[in-house]
């Protein structure tokens, strides 16, 4: 089972599928030195996504943030400003 996303709480990392959740004793920067740079982006200092994992863009006309749906469950993702020069090409 792929993940879908990654989400710090305090020293450990929820790890998220779409089969539920499970929690590593890793903080999240730690997570993020062990996954495909090419799979998975920070999106927050808090988040890492699976990039399969987005679905629907929802930025709005005229806004300054950006966030998306999440494909394998009913959430969604807020994109910082320090990571947003990820997603203009998308």
Request: proline letters at 2%; one cysteine or more.
């Amino acid at each position: 089972m792929t993940s879908s996303y990654f989400q710090a709480e305090d020293k450990y990392t929820k790890v998220v599928t779409a089969a539920g959740d499970a929690h590593i004793k890793k903080p999240i920067k730690g997570a993020l030195e062990e996954l495909d740079p090419e799979a998975f982006w920070q999106i927050h200092r808090a988040t890492i996504v699976n990039l399969r994992a987005i679905g629907e863009d929802r930025v709005a006309t005229g806004a300054t943030s950006r966030s998306f749906c999440c494909s394998d469950r009913n959430e969604s993702w807020s994109v910082s400003r320090t990571f947003a020069h990820r997603f203009k090409t998308m």
